[in-house]
């Protein structure tokens, strides 16, 4: 069988008409297009015009961005997502039996908690309750410093790993379910940051052996 199917052109063509879009016309195609709804499918897509080419993947997007690309192609897999969904159904089942006042009382305190995530941490409403759980995940890729408002900061991107609600207990541990369940792959935190401690590190391996 081919291995360049129907919904790999389709995405190829799809894509064509979102650059064109943004090209040639004054709309924003991007804006409101989330990654998780193409970006696994582009690196399947790449994958396999890269086999036919007898190349493998890292020589197009480097080590780092190759093994991002594998995770996210896993997430295609259907029999994750079937399983995914019966998961959350029996989730969902489960919390709407409960008494509404204990609902809101869940929710109330899902909410607290998550007020304030941590680094490496994303809110993002369970796919089962409505409440809020965290989308857990590791950092991958950090992107240029920038300077605004009198602050250094830096935007670091984090491909999850896990995800956590409190409310009904729904838990995912892979990438893969995260993805089925419509839950964001991965996500962005901006960490404040200042020039003392980005050169202290080269300044000390300088200096350290005189």
């Known amino acids: 069988m ?8 389709e995405l190829c063509e799809f894509l064509a008409l979102q650059r064109n879009a943004h090209v040639h ?5 991007y804006e409101n297009l989330g990654t998780e709804k193409w970006l696994a499918r582009f690196y399947d897509t790449v994958e396999i ?6 190349k493998p993947l890292f020589s197009f997007l480097g080590k780092q961005g190759a093994g991002i690309a ?25 919390f709407e039996a ?16 998550f007020a304030s995530p941590s680094r490496n941490q994303h809110v993002s409403v369970c796919p ?5 759980g965290k989308v857990t995940g590791k950092r991958f890729k950090e992107l240029p410093e920038q300077y605004a408002e009198g602050e250094l900061y830096m935007e670091v991107e984090y491909l ?3 995800f956590q609600c409190t409310a009904c207990e729904l838990s995912f541990i892979s990438i893969e379910e995260i993805a089925h369940a419509g839950l964001p792959t991965h996500f962005k935190k901006y960490e404040s940051t200042s020039l003392h401690d980005l050169y202290e590190p080269e300044h000390y391996e300088e200096y350290d052996n005189m």
């Open 2 to 9: 081919d291995p360049f199917q129907k919904h790999h052109r």
């Open 25 to 29: 016309t004054a709309d924003l195609p």
């Open 49 to 54: 015009l890269h086999n036919f080419l007898g």
């Open 70 to 94: 594998s995770e996210l192609i896993k997430t295609l897999n259907e029999g994750v997502l079937s399983a995914v969904k019966t998961k959350i159904s029996a989730h969902r089942k489960v």
């Open 98 to 113: 409960k008494p509404t006042s204990e609902q809101k009382k869940l929710i109330d305190a899902a909410s607290s908690i």
């Open 128 to 132: 089962s309750c409505g409440a809020n």
């Open 160 to 162: 999850a790993t896990s």
